[in-house]
């Protein structure tokens, strides 16, 4: 079992451009949530999707927006990127409502 | 926003065992309490949760007030591997998994 991957691992964008993220959950999840991680901050919880729909979002603007796939796997889209907007992106899987969520190592992007 | 409250940082002898504590004062009945970790560079790892019982599992203990107000996670045999950012959350019963993280408490394991 593979668990949860992201790709790209590394990502450096300039400012205004947009940006697509990837995940693939652990095999058996049908569920994929979003993080952003600023550096030295906890994770902040940006969406997540379950049956092809978004399920809960956190507080971030429309910029950033998502998709899920028929096989699970997830998109996370953040157009006209801020410098802000750098961070370490995380992806989690689970089983619909189960306890325990599985990160991938995340994607770092940079925007300059 | 977070509902917990957790130390910035401890220290800890390799092989000793490290006690993280975590305050959630405003806990309600139907919450259970979670501590993932996150080593440097990686993404975060579950390692356990309970509601009001003590639980113990491969990786740790974890100790829970009878108020519920407070808990401690228990590693009892620390390592040089252990070093970690370690988050104490709150969930619901039956949330779908949207986890608040905190600053969480950084453990340095020193040889």
């Known amino acids: 079992d593979a668990g949860v991957t992201q790709s790209p691992t590394h990502l450096i964008k300039t400012r205004g451009q947009q940006v697509t993220l990837r995940c693939s959950p652990k095999s058996g999840h049908d569920t994929v949530s979003w993080y952003q991680q600023a550096l030295g901050q906890g994770p902040q919880f940006i969406f997540q999707y379950y049956e092809e729909e978004e399920r809960q979002r956190g507080n971030f603007p429309d910029r950033f927006s998502g998709h899920q796939f028929p096989n699970y796997s997830s998109e996370l889209n953040v157009n006209a990127l801020l410098l802000g907007d750098s961070a370490l992106y995380l992806c989690a899987s689970s089983r619909d409502r189960d306890t325990e969520a599985f990160f991938g190592q995340g994607t770092r992007l940079t925007v300059v | ?111």
């Not at chain 2, 639980?55 to 108020?67: F, K, V, Y």
């Not at chain 2, 590693?75 to 950012?85: F, K, S, Y």
């Not at chain 2, 370690?86 to 619901?92: G, M, T």
């Open chain 2, 1 to 111: 926003d977070a509902k917990t409250t957790q130390p910035t940082s401890m220290d800890c002898a390799e092989g000793r065992a490290a006690n993280l504590p975590c305050n959630h004062s405003t806990i309600s009945g139907n919450e259970y309490v979670y501590w993932y970790r996150q080593i440097h560079s990686q993404g975060p790892q579950y390692i356990i949760h309970g509601l009001k019982n003590n639980e113990t599992n491969e990786m740790a203990s974890l100790i829970i007030t009878e108020d519920r107000k407070s808990s401690t996670l228990i590693l009892p045999h620390a390592t040089l591997r252990d070093t970690a950012v370690y988050y104490c959350i709150v969930l619901p019963s039956g949330n779908t998994g949207k986890l608040i993280f905190g600053q969480g408490t950084t453990l340095q394991v020193k040889p």
